[in-house]
């Protein structure tokens, strides 16, 4: 194996789906700023919207994710356009 070809932080990082609260733990050099505890060992936490586990390609279930509430923040903020 080539040395020096990973960058200096490259970890075990937890990555959690934020639409089922599902979650994995692998090596990334992903910059984060929050951390989460996993069975008593604390570990940067990278929050994302969808993975596998919830993508419908890989659980053949059609469901809509909103999780950031981007329409509700559309409606509010141009809701009340008039042209």
Known sequence: MKKDIHPENYRLVVFKDMSNEEFFICRSAAETRDTITVEGVEYPLVKMEI???SHPFYTGKMKL????????????????LKK
Do not use: E
């Open 65 to 80: 994710v909103d999780t950031a509430g981007r329409v509700d923040k559309f409606k509010k903020k141009y809701g009340n």
């Open 51 to 53: 993975s596998s586990t």
